[in-house]
């Protein structure tokens, strides 16, 4: 299967072999890190061993994509907030000053931006990826506007300015959208098939679903537009309230938790007519507990409601085993080696979306000896 045709067919909407089982998220997995020899907090800063982590997932349990970099710290570094890189395979970077606390007034983008902090490390690692893989999607990520509005000038003050001030919050979001963009023009000329922008402030209960529009919708919009390749969204927690707004701003995709139905977003995304694809959602918690089974029957969950891009509800935990992406991966298989896909093309044909096993209680084991299934299956 060509890995990268098969995910831009996916991401256009069009016919693929299968559905891609390419984590749009970050997996910075322990094992990978064992097994590459490039742990934290090496991975990121040096380019190579950003490059070496991000392989790991594909290499060892067959994830579809390459995904750089690790955490979301990187444009706050670059905007002038000191960074704590933080020892440990488990701890990721976390921002300890910036120029920016508790003035949002004062929020403003370097010229030398795009050439401060790691910004250039990643790109590095990009470059060193696309040689090494021709053949293997590579995913880029960077934080969204609104959230990294809320690092540099702090969430609990952000969240006081919303009530005082909101347009003030709204002429910041769209300064820090200017420096997204600045990144995903940059990302332009390294040939990325995907990109994750990770935004879960907008999230309902962080920011209220009535002021979504108002504040987050135009500058998600400018930077949608601002990407020559295809761009995810994604938002933490249950999105469900704002499925109709996440939905209609013009991204290739859009990346959920498994607290969000996908039969439910899917409806909602036939109701507005919207080209954005559906991604994720098995949940991080199964993957984390290495619950095999679970993992399997989460991937049936998502593929019979329609998901479009198989991966992780989140960034996946570093804890987690490699052989709980790898489940994903062959419960992915199996479902088209057992011919279960044409559940999949009824559900999205009559936009029912119930699967034939929906009375059936986990675990899937035993999925196969089921008479019903085996019949519609023609097994």
């Not at 322990?30 to 590459?36: I, L």
């Not at 990520?141 to 006081?160: A, D, H, R, S």
């Not at 529009?213 to 938002?235: C, G, M, T, W, Y």
């Amino acid at each position: 299967m060509d890995l990268i045709e098969n995910l831009e067919n996916a991401f256009a909407g069009k016919e693929v072999e299968k559905v891609p089982a390419a984590s749009i998220v970050s997996v910075a997995l322990v094992e990978g890190m064992e097994k590459s020899g490039c742990g934290f907090p090496i991975s990121h800063v040096d380019p190579e061993k950003m490059l070496g982590l991000g392989e790991s997932a594909h290499r060892y349990a067959g994830i579809e994509s390459i995904n750089l970099p690790f955490d979301l710290a990187i444009e706050s570094e670059a905007l002038g907030c000191e960074v704590d890189l933080r020892e440990g395979n488990e701890h990721i970077p976390e921002i300890t000053a910036s120029p920016f606390f508790d003035d949002i007034t004062s929020v403003e983008v370097n010229d030398d931006f795009l050439s401060s902090g790691r910004i250039p490390v990643v790109a590095k690692a990009c470059e060193l990826g696309r040689e090494k893989y021709p053949d293997v999607p590579l995913i880029g990520g960077q934080i969204g506007p609104f959230t990294l509005l809320g690092q540099v000038v702090g969430i609990e003050y952000l969240m006081k300015c919303l009530a005082t001030d909101p347009e003030a919050v709204k002429e910041g979001t769209n300064v820090m959208a200017d420096a997204v963009i600045e990144i995903v023009e940059a990302y332009n000329d390294i040939g990325i098939q995907g990109d994750c922008m990770y935004e879960p402030s907008v999230a309902a209960d962080l920011l209220p679903p009535e002021m979504f529009d108002e504040i987050v919708s135009r500058p998600l919009k400018r930077i949608s537009k601002a990407a020559d390749f295809n761009i995810v969204l994604h938002v933490c927690g249950d999105t469900t309230p704002i499925l109709k707004h996440t939905l209609n701003l013009g991204y290739n995709g859009f990346s959920f938790e498994d607290s969000v139905n996908a039969k439910e977003a899917n409806q909602i995304k036939y109701d507005l007519k919207s080209d954005t694809q559906l991604v994720g959602n098995v949940a991080t918690d199964t993957l984390f507990k290495g619950d095999l089974e679970g993992v399997r029957a989460e991937t049936f969950k998502a593929l019979d409601r329609g998901i479009d891009i198989l991966g992780s509800s989140c960034c996946v935990p570093p804890g987690t085993p490699l052989k709980a992406m790898e489940a994903m991966v062959k419960a992915r298989d199996e479902y088209y080696e057992k011919g279960m896909d044409i559940t999949r093309e009824r559900n999205e044909e009559a936009l029912s979306w119930e699967p034939d096993y929906k009375e059936m209680i986990p675990p899937v084991a035993n999925f196969h000896q089921m008479p019903k299934l085996k019949k519609t299956l023609k097994l």
